[in-house]
Each structure stands twice: as C-alpha cells, then as structure tokens.
C-alpha cells in the first residue's frame, strides 16, 4: 500500500499556470512587442547613425501630421455630439403617437442613412455659403464647420434608429408592471426603461464614432486641413518614393491607433451585454 507522506501533491492551478505561462500577460502581448522591436530599431539607428532619410523626414514631419490627426478627431468629436442630439429628438419623434410625424422622421432617416457621406458633405460644403451676414457684420462659415454638418447628418440618422430600436427592445410587460405600482410614464421612462435602453445603444454607438472617425479623411475633398491633407503636402514637399510610401503608413497607423480601442471596447461592452 502505498504512503500517503510519498504521494505526490496534486498541482495547485495557479502553480500550472503560471508554470506554462511564466511571463505576465501584459509582457506576451504582441502590440507591445512590436512596439520594443520597433523601438530597438530606432536606437540602432540613432546610435549607428544609419537612419534612412525617409525616417528622418518621417521625423520632422511627425508633429505635423499629429496636429492634423486632432483636427479629424475634433471633427469627430463635434458630428458625432451634434449628430447624437439630433438623432435622440428624431428617435423620439419616430415613436409619436401622430402618424405624419412618424412618417416625416421615417424619410429623414431613411434619406440620410442612404446617402453617401461624401455626397452629404459635398452637400453641405456647397450648398451652404461661405459667409453669413448678420445685419451689419459678415462672419465666415469655415469648410470645417460644413464638414461636421455633413458628418452629423448620418450620425443622427443613425442614432435615431439605434435609439427607436432600444426602445423598442423593451418588452410591454415592463410599462405594464411599473403602471400597475402606480409609476407615472415619465417615470417609468427614466427610471426603468432609459437605464436599458443606454446599455443597448452604448456598443452601437461606439460603432459609429468609429466610423465615423475613419469618413473624417474625406475632409481634406473640400479643403480642410487634416492630417490627409498634411500627408499629401508632406509627400509633394519631400518629393521622394520611400517617404511617401512611409507617410501613408503612418496615417494609417495614426487612425489604426485611434479606432482600434474603440473597436475593442466595443466588443468588451457587447459581451459583457450577452452576459447580462
């Protein structure tokens, strides 16, 4: 019979784990990697002195491209506020009682949510004017200004029908249980069905800012200055085949690096939907 002092202990989980996986898991992920090879690199550059020329353009015309990738956020930021707005008043019209006023959203949905957004903002740069006058002062309407119109147009299209859906999504048995204790509509609404509703529409609407971050390279159609509009006149001022293969790398890393947490977070936020 065998003693039990010579039995072998069974493994303690953690202890397996950590035997198969004896680095933390921030340390075996690849983005961070990469980032020390690339950084590697670099410092093999600098400390040889063999930088190719393309990177030390690249260099110089970095914090360039970087003021140019905050004016697309700002624009992104501004359509996606102002679309938002708009499309919680257009998703609460759509759901009134008044048929004319639910078929009048319906077509402001379905027409903006079917155009393409560089028609919408070649709409908006054009077909608005340049400057307003206001009694006796003239103010300028930048090309920026008309870009985030033409941006916040789908955006509220879209967040209206996100938002006609979450509500939608409720089941009528919870209106009918809160009216039973005596809860008012508004009431219900605050408190009952807007938490919800906000959990539904959260990973969709991240969806769309990132789309909408990534339609703000349009921008530089109609003259605004952001950063496709700064790779290009870096590109024709360097004037050399390696750079401008380089730049355009760059600014899709820039936007790369910008949308991709957004789509991660997203994807975190519907799991974590799925679980509840």
């Known amino acids: 019979m065998a003693n039990d002092a010579t039995l072998p202990l069974p493994a303690h989980p953690a202890s397996a784990a950590s035997i198969r996986r004896p ?4 340390l075996r992920s690849p983005w961070l990697l990469a980032a020390l090879a690339g950084l590697a690199v670099v410092l093999g550059w600098q400390a040889t002195g ?3 020329v393309a990177f030390r353009h690249l260099w110089q015309w970095l914090p ?69 006058r206001l009694a006796s002062w003239t ?27 979450a509500i939608q999504s409720i089941p009528s048995t919870q209106w009918e249980a809160a009216q039973s204790l005596a809860f008012r509509r508004a009431q219900i609404f605050r408190l009952i069905v807007l938490p919800q509703c ?16 990534m339609s703000t390279s349009l921008a530089s159609l109609v003259g605004v200055h952001d950063v496709v509009d700064t790779a290009q006149i870096a590109s024709n001022t360097v004037a050399r085949t390696d750079f401008t293969i380089l730049v ?29």
């Open 248 to 276: 355009y790398f760059t600014l899709l890393a820039l936007f790369f690096a910008y949308c991709y947490p957004i789509a991660r977070a997203t994807r975190a936020l519907e799991k974590r939907h799925e679980r509840h």
């Open 50 to 52: 063999t930088t190719p």
């Open 139 to 165: 103010f300028p309407f930048p090309d920026g200004v008309k870009v985030v119109l033409g941006l916040a147009l789908p955006t509220s299209a879209n967040v209206a029908e996100i938002f006609r859906g």
């Open 64 to 132: 360039t491209l970087l003021r140019g990738m905050w004016v697309n956020i700002e624009i992104s930021l501004l359509a996606v506020a102002l679309g938002t707005a708009v499309g919680l008043v257009v998703g609460a019209l759509s759901l009134s009682p008044a048929a004319a006023v639910r078929m009048g959203m319906r077509w402001y949905v379905q027409i903006f949510r079917n155009a393409p957004i560089l028609v919408l903002i070649y709409f908006t740069t054009y077909v608005f004017p340049f400057e307003v």
């Open 198 to 213: 906000l959990r539904r529409m959260l990973p969709p609407w991240m969806n769309l800012y990132a789309s909408i971050t």
């Open 23 to 26: 680095w933390p898991g921030v």
